[in-house]
Structure formats: C-alpha cells, structure tokens
C-alpha cells in the first residue's frame, strides 16, 4: 500500500505533498518481526526454557488483557459519553453484521465458501487496476490534449 501510494503519487506528481513514513512503517514491522523470530529461535534451540518462559508469561499475559479491557472500556465511556445513540447502534451493528455474514459463509458447501472468500482479494486486485487505468487515461489525456494545469516544478 505505502509503495503504491507513493508510485501514484509520484506519476501524478503530487509526490511533494504525499508523504509515506517508510522509516515509520519499516520500524513498527521489525518491531513486529524481530520479537516473534527471537520466540522461534528460543522455542527451536532451548525447549527447557520456552516452558519456563511460557510458565512466567501466561499469568503476566492474562493481567495485560484484563487490563487492556478495562482501559478500553474507560476510553470507550469517556468517548461515547458525547454521541449520539444512533451512531452507537449503527457502530454496534458493522460486527454484527460481519458475523450474520460469516455464518451465511459458513452455510455454503466448500466451493461456494472458497468463492466466497476471494472476494475481497477481488475487490483490492480491482482497485489498484482502477487507479491504474485512471493514471493511464490522465497520462493519455495529457499528452493528447495538453496540460490545463501549468505545473509549477517546471
């Protein structure tokens, strides 16, 4: 997403006023990766040590969620607190909608289902060909009949 964005942003010539933290992107995917390596690493060379990690996370693991929830149900009064009711319940609606919808998925025999669930890789792939052929037809349109716009990096 990052790189299409700043592919689009760059053929459109708008890549000055889009910025794309890539630094930012790449350090929350280390962030990410290289904790979960280190796990695979320590579950892959010392077993003795995962089950003692294990033993000592899990309880630490269970007072982070407990407290994540209540924290999460604070902010959420707070924020709430100045909506109105109607926005609550179409808010509370979009899972419930989601899961009325997964289990309409779960009813379909196995190639309905897998069908099913391409769509929205289908939709994403459409996208991104959308934006393509937009960028083409202002390329084309460019050449064609001239630039309307005086650009001002010229």
């Known amino acids: 997403?990052?790189?299409?964005?700043?592919?689009?942003?760059?053929?459109l010539g708008v890549h000055a006023a889009l910025h794309v933290p890539f630094v930012k992107i790449l350090g929350t995917l280390l962030f990410i990766a290289i904790p979960i390596s280190l796990?695979?690493?320590?579950?892959?060379?010392?077993?003795?040590?995962?089950?003692?990690?294990?033993a000592l996370i899990r309880p630490f693991s269970f007072v982070l969620i407990v407290g994540g929830i209540?924290?999460?149900?604070?902010?959420?009064a707070s924020i709430l607190a100045n909506v109105k009711p109607q926005i609550v319940a179409v808010g509370v609606t979009?899972?419930?909608?989601?899961?009325?919808?997964?289990?309409?998925?779960l009813s379909f025999r196995r190639a309905e289902a897998d069908f099913a669930s391409q769509a929205p890789f289908i939709v994403a792939l459409s996208s991104t060909s959308e934006m393509l052929l937009i960028v083409l037809?202002?390329?084309?349109?460019?050449?064609l009949c001239g630039s309307a716009v005086p650009r001002s990096d010229a």
Do not use: C, D, E, N
């Not at 997403?1 to 053929?11: D, I, K, N, W």
């Not at 979009?94 to 998925?105: D, R």
């Not at 037809?137 to 050449?143: D, I, V």
């Open 137 to 143: 037809g202002y390329f084309a349109h460019r050449k």
């Open 1 to 11: 997403m990052p790189l299409s964005s700043a592919l689009y942003g760059h053929l």
């Open 39 to 54: 796990g695979m690493l320590v579950k892959l060379r010392l077993p003795a040590l995962t089950r003692v990690l294990l």
């Open 94 to 105: 979009v899972p419930l909608l989601g899961l009325i919808v997964g289990a309409i998925m």
């Open 70 to 76: 209540f924290m999460a149900y604070q902010m959420g």
